[in-house]
């Protein structure tokens, strides 16, 4: 099997689900796929929602004592919870993180779904996590966590792709290539790594968080104007939902 590394999934994190998933599924003009009854063990319910072939997961918990919940009061609420990787070699990317002082945090294990979760504290900004699916490399296959036919569910009228994550750091350059040994891309440019479906890139920032997502959509205005509708405050193309930054490109 041929090596790949793509970004298959960006999860967030909020007190509630509602009215964030709504809201963001309004806006942005997107459609949930799937709720997987699988996290309901981690204390926790979810919803997904595919932007192009990237899914975009909101996760909240409904008990106390969760991973999810002590993010939410360490952070406020501020900054994705996770970012979730495809790959041929789930398991040669954990030991290879273990090697750089990772920790593996969970490893899911759901043929025929294979995950590997590292420890947020020593990915450093938020989770990172691999995954395989046997049988399917294709983009467009299938992806047992976002349900059985996740494709229908793809809109591209409004929202046609997520093509970058924003991470901050006081050390963004030192960070980048943290993640990129882990990821097993170097950085490029002004700290960016780039993958064949988006770019990560790290900036400045007092703490470290993943700060921003960059969607290109067919009209600005019109996304902007549903943001205000929703009595979200809109600065220039960007507006904050779910806890990061919404930031739209044409």
Known sequence: MAPYMRLRQICLVAPQLAPVITDIADIMGLA??????????????????PVDTIM??????????TTAGRFIEKSGGRGGYMAIFCCNDPDERGRNANALGVRTANVIDHA???GVQLHPRDCRGAFIEF??????????GPYPPAGPDWQKFIRKDVT???????????DPKGLAEHWGKLIGVAPSGD???ALP????????GASEIMSALEFRVADTARVLHAAR???????????????VTFRLVA
Do not use: W
């Open 56 to 65: 975009l997961e909101v996760v909240a918990p409904f008990k106390d004592g």
């Open 191 to 193: 700290a960016e790594l």
């Open 160 to 170: 046609q792709a997520l093509t970058s994550v924003e991470m901050q750091s006081p």
């Open 32 to 49: 949930v796929c799937y709720r997987d009854g699988n996290v309901a063990k981690y204390g926790l319910e979810n919803a997904l929602l």
């Open 112 to 114: 025929p779904y294979h």
């Open 229 to 243: 509708a929703k009595g979200l405050a809109v600065a220039g193309d960007e507006f904050l939902l779910g806890g």
């Open 197 to 204: 479906n988006a770019t990560f890139r790290f900036v400045k």
């Open 131 to 140: 995954n395989h699916t046997e049988g399917s490399d294709d983009i467009l």
